[in-house]
């Protein structure tokens, strides 16, 4: 327990220091910054923000350049996406309520969502858990670019966990489900643990939602999830 505690507390200095980093210009591209000047930013003496610098080196949170008259600091692809992590926490706070409105636009998918979704360990648990039987296929939705943060939020948050299993020889994943509407119409966006996609979200109905809602690839549509 008093480890869990320490290792909570030294993140937020580290997430403190990255923002302010960040903020300094080091979102995206280097920036000089000495140690003096972090501390000003940290408040901080120069000694404790040259650690501070080396632990973040350490944790591989920032990237340093030696090779000018100053060191050049940048966040490292890990420390933009702790401090993404922290953003999406906060918009949870003063922006969501219970759900969370995606856009996007109809894409053909990988023609595999229909052999996994009629497995009947999967489609037992999507009737008990969201109370419907889906129809054996998904509706595959590429989402708007100025939606990823909160497509990031969703598959970050708690859903409704549907099981794994292993049959015929072979091993199917977890999925995390997420109540959904579309136009009215319940369904629910799924996560497969195994997922091949970055920016494309699956949704499983009871209905054919192609036909039903009349859709075709490059149709517009919105979904209001449940988190």
Do not use: W
């Amino acid at each position: 327990m008093v480890r869990l505690t320490r290792r909570v507390s030294m993140d937020e200095k580290y997430t403190f220091a990255l923002r302010k980093i960040a903020l300094l210009g080091g979102f995206d591209d280097y920036v000089a910054l000495s140690s003096r000047e972090l501390g000003d930013a940290l408040d901080m003496s120069q000694q404790s923000a040259s650690k501070r610098i080396l632990e973040l080196l350490d944790e591989k949170l920032i990237t340093r350049d030696l090779g000018a008259r100053r060191q050049r600091i940048k966040l490292s692809e890990r420390g933009v996406e702790e401090l993404r992590k922290e953003y999406n926490e906060y918009r949870r706070i003063f922006e969501l309520t219970d759900h969370v409105n995606l856009r996007g636009i109809v894409r053909t998918g990988m023609g595999q969502g229909g052999y996994y979704i009629c497995q009947k360990p999967y489609m037992d648990q999507f009737s008990e858990k969201l109370n419907f039987r889906p129809y054996e296929g998904t509706l595959n939705i590429e989402v708007d670019k100025s939606d990823l943060n909160k497509l990031d939020l969703i598959r970050n948050s708690e859903g409704c966990v549907i099981e794994g299993f292993a049959g015929g020889g072979r091993s199917f994943g977890k999925v995390n489900a997420h109540k959904a509407k579309i136009r009215n119409i319940e369904c629910a966006m799924v996560i497969p643990e195994r997922s091949h996609y970055t920016n494309v979200i699956e949704i499983v109905c009871q209905y054919h939602l192609r036909r039903t809602l009349s859709l075709s690839d490059g149709d517009r549509v919105e979904i209001k999830i449940e988190v």
